[in-house]
């Protein structure tokens, strides 16, 4: 008696031995998914009102995205038992074929925005959309940020329209860039805070010499220097009142740094008026041309790298303070050692701690000018700890502020 054979291992006629075995792989393969699907766990995804239904295996595909990790059960309704997302189904039914397939498509009728904002929700990154879709993707993209960018633009000229006399100034002090008579007083005034800080510098060097001493360059040319000087206040006091009144917000303005170095680098010029000719006060007047040098700090308005070190050192004051801190207790420490191990000496220098403080300031930073050297051993071993120190002290704050 002849047994029938299965189907599976009926051969026909002509039929090669590998075709039979590839059949049987067949079987057997689709055998092996059946088992993998029984085995699985089928969940329900509610999407706006709107129920989708897959498998647990095809969501874990993709473990770093929302519904591949287990941030979704946030998101399970045990009442219903199933997942429920506020979202807008129709772009759903396109990221689960994502899930299903690996291939992310993009809706060329589903708007661009709402599409990101849906793929950002799941955290499915778009670099994942499929050849066929991704140019059109990119197209559509670029074309959305160019309508942003000019509805950026006509709303600016919009809200420039409707702004104020006073709000157009300070738009323009801030931003020298907006229009040419900005830009011509920008490059003025910087212009001028050169030659200030210039004029500064050239009257202090010697320009003749009588009776074998040396006249300056200001004291030979009093005159002129004082009217360059003259022509730079203006400018400058001129420009302080005209920021003051364009200012928003006067009294914040006038609390500000910026305003702060504005005054100190005007006002010494209208105190030293009334001080010219008065000799009990003379003295002054000198100490008063010293501020000038602050000048300087206006350059800052015409810096962007000077007001971003501001912004940077005003950020990490705490830590910059926790540094002087720490030197301010070693210099303390070391002078007042170093005062005890060297007061006996004859012709010390070392006469009191505030006298060593130089010292250990100079051995701290690993300066070492020389001018104070310890003559006992104890306190060559106390300078030699202190200057080994001040590495320590100066770069152990940095990563511990940190």
């Given at each position: 008696?002849?047994?029938?054979?299965?189907?599976?291992?009926?051969?026909?006629?002509?039929?090669?031995?590998?075709?039979?075995?590839?059949?049987?792989?067949?079987?057997?393969?689709?055998?092996?998914?059946?088992?993998?699907?029984?085995?699985?766990?089928k969940l329900a995804i509610n999407i706006s009102g709107r129920r989708f239904e897959t498998w647990k295996n095809t969501l874990e595909k993709f473990p770093e995205t929302l519904l591949g990790?287990?941030?979704?059960?946030?998101?399970?309704?045990?009442?219903?038992?199933?997942?429920?997302?506020?979202?807008?189904?129709?772009?759903?039914?396109?990221?689960?074929?994502?899930?299903?397939?690996?291939?992310?498509?993009?809706?060329?009728?589903?708007?661009?925005?709402?599409?990101?904002?849906?793929?950002?929700?799941?955290?499915?990154?778009?670099?994942?959309?499929?050849?066929?879709?991704?140019?059109?993707?990119?197209?559509?993209?670029?074309?959305?940020?160019?309508?942003?960018?000019?509805?950026?633009?006509?709303?600016?000229?919009?809200?420039?329209?409707?702004?104020?006399?006073?709000?157009?100034?300070?738009?323009?002090?801030?931003?020298?860039?907006?229009?040419?008579?900005?830009?011509?007083?920008?490059?003025?005034?910087?212009?001028?805070?050169?030659?200030?800080?210039?004029?500064?510098?050239?009257?202090?060097?010697?320009?003749?010499?009588?009776?074998?001493?040396?006249?300056?360059?200001?004291?030979?040319?009093?005159?002129?220097?004082?009217?360059?000087?003259?022509?730079?206040?203006?400018?400058?006091?001129?420009?302080?009142?005209?920021?003051?009144?364009?200012?928003?917000?006067?009294?914040?303005?006038?609390?500000?740094?910026?305003?702060?170095?504005?005054?100190?680098?005007?006002?010494?010029?209208?105190?030293?008026?009334?001080?010219?000719?008065?000799?009990?006060?003379?003295?002054?007047?000198?100490?008063?041309?010293?501020?000038?040098?602050?000048?300087?700090?206006?350059?800052?308005?015409h810096s962007q790298g000077l007001r971003i070190l501001g912004y940077t050192l005003k950020s990490c004051a705490s830590e910059l303070g926790f540094l002087v801190f720490s030197l301010a207790?070693?210099?303390?420490?070391?002078?007042?050692?170093?005062?005890?191990?060297?007061?006996?000496?004859?012709?010390?220098?070392?006469?009191?701690?505030?006298?060593?403080?130089?010292?250990?300031?100079?051995?701290?930073?690993?300066?070492?000018?020389?001018?104070?050297?310890?003559?006992?051993?104890?306190?060559?071993?106390?300078?030699?700890?202190?200057?080994?120190?001040?590495?320590?002290?100066?770069?152990?704050?940095?990563?511990?502020?940190?």
């Amino acid at each position: 008696m002849k047994h029938k054979t299965s189907p599976y291992f009926r051969a026909k006629a002509g039929t090669s031995q590998h075709q039979r075995f590839s059949r049987i792989g067949k079987f057997f393969q689709a055998k092996d998914l059946a088992v993998d699907h029984v085995s699985d766990e089928k969940l329900a995804i509610n999407i706006s009102g709107r129920r989708f239904e897959t498998w647990k295996n095809t969501l874990e595909k993709f473990p770093e995205t929302l519904l591949g990790s287990n941030e979704k059960e946030f998101f399970y309704d045990e009442e219903t038992g199933e997942y429920f997302f506020d979202r807008d189904p129709d772009i759903f039914r396109h990221i689960l074929t994502f899930y299903r397939t690996g291939k992310l498509h993009f809706p060329r009728h589903e708007c661009l925005v709402a599409y990101d904002e849906e793929l950002s929700f799941f955290g499915i990154m778009p670099d994942l959309i499929s050849d066929c879709c991704y140019e059109e993707y990119k197209d559509k993209k670029r074309e959305n940020q160019e309508r942003l960018l000019e509805e950026r633009l006509e709303t600016t000229d919009a809200t420039k329209l409707k702004q104020s006399f006073q709000q157009k100034m300070w738009a323009a002090f801030e931003n020298p860039h907006t229009s040419s008579i900005a830009l011509v007083f920008y490059y003025v005034t910087g212009f001028f805070i050169t030659v200030s800080v210039m004029c500064n510098i050239i009257e202090t060097i010697p320009c003749r010499y009588i009776n074998n001493t040396p006249v300056t360059c200001g004291d030979a040319y009093e005159e002129q220097f004082f009217v360059l000087d003259t022509a730079c206040v203006i400018i400058f006091t001129i420009e302080y009142l005209l920021r003051l009144y364009a200012a928003p917000d006067r009294c914040k303005f006038l609390r500000s740094i910026m305003s702060i170095i504005d005054v100190v680098a005007i006002l010494p010029y209208y105190i030293g008026l009334g001080l010219q000719n008065n000799k009990d006060v003379s003295g002054a007047f000198v100490t008063l041309r010293v501020f000038r040098v602050f000048r300087i700090f206006k350059f800052s308005r015409h810096s962007q790298g000077l007001r971003i070190l501001g912004y940077t050192l005003k950020s990490c004051a705490s830590e910059l303070g926790f540094l002087v801190f720490s030197l301010a207790m070693a210099i303390i420490i070391f002078a007042t050692i170093m005062y005890y191990a060297e007061k006996k000496v004859e012709h010390t220098r070392f006469t009191s701690i505030p006298a060593a403080f130089w010292y250990t300031i100079v051995t701290l930073t690993t300066l070492g000018y020389g001018d104070m050297v310890p003559s006992t051993v104890m306190g060559k071993i106390v300078g030699g700890v202190c200057s080994l120190s001040g590495v320590l002290v100066i770069a152990l704050p940095v990563p511990v502020s940190q």
